[in-house]
């Protein structure tokens, strides 16, 4: 397999280009430490962005939520559809508003997505969503009934037209603006975990495991 995707029409960043990332490796990082993705689709002429739980497996994402769901139905028909995926890493205050600016690192993602029917993938799914949010967490909870499963629609998107753009670095003034009595810098962004709250009809004899307490990202 290519070390990096294959740059297409509508994959191509054209807007600070130099900001471009078709690595594979690169793009599979970003997605994999994304808990939401937005899936944009068009429906009867109206466009939607819903957000949503993901997971890569693979050289795929799958996506999954209420089998009512319009964006799942649409999907599953073979609707085109286009995945974001963004991480904020800092905000960037330069000495004039233009040129504030954010550290990010983003992927878009396109195809067509097709529905999962197939039992061990669908449950194969919904094992790589409960990993990806608390690894080990799959094998203590209860695992998903016939009756779950079948409320549940999974549809997977192939990684083929994918592109990344990352911004990184610090402030990016005018030269005439560097000598402003105006502080400039980074203010970094990250996601933290706050201490757990234990749900009021957990046994209280039951410990809190090591994932829950000392989550990380």
């Given at each position: 397999m290519p070390d990096s995707f294959a740059v297409s029409d509508r994959t191509r960043v054209v807007r600070e280009a130099n900001r471009a990332v078709y690595d594979r490796e690169a793009?599979?990082?970003?997605?994999?430490?994304?808990?939401?993705?937005h899936v944009g689709f068009s429906a009867e002429g109206q466009p939607f962005v819903i957000p949503t739980m993901f997971a890569r497996v693979g050289d795929a994402i799958y996506f999954h939520?209420?089998?009512?769901?319009?964006?799942?139905?649409?999907?599953?028909?073979?609707?085109?559809?286009?995945i974001t995926v963004t991480?904020?890493?800092?905000?960037?205050?330069?000495?004039?508003?233009?040129?504030?600016?954010?550290?990010?690192?983003s992927v878009v993602a396109l195809g067509t997505a097709t529905l999962i029917s197939e039992p061990a993938e669908k449950l194969a799914a919904l094992r790589a969503f409960t990993e990806k949010l608390i690894p080990g967490r799959w094998e203590v909870a209860r695992q998903p009934n016939e009756q779950e499963l079948k409320a549940t629609s999974i549809l997977k998107l192939p990684l083929r037209e994918v592109s990344a753009k990352v911004r990184t670095g610090g402030v990016e003034d005018d030269a005439a603006d560097y000598a402003l009595s105006?502080?400039?810098?980074?203010?970094?962004?990250?996601?933290?975990?706050?201490?757990?709250?234990?749900?009021?009809?957990?046994?209280?004899?039951?410990?809190?495991?090591?994932?829950?307490?000392?989550?990380?990202?």
């Open positions: 793009i599979y990082k970003i997605l994999d430490e994304g808990f939401v993705c939520g209420s089998a009512a769901s319009r964006m799942l139905r649409g999907a599953a028909n073979g609707l085109p559809v286009c991480l904020m890493d800092g905000l960037v205050l330069a000495r004039s508003v233009f040129n504030h600016s954010m550290n990010y690192r105006v502080w400039a810098g980074i203010i970094p962004l990250r996601l933290v975990a706050d201490a757990t709250i234990r749900d009021e009809r957990c046994d209280a004899a039951i410990p809190t495991p090591a994932y829950a307490s000392n989550f990380r990202r």
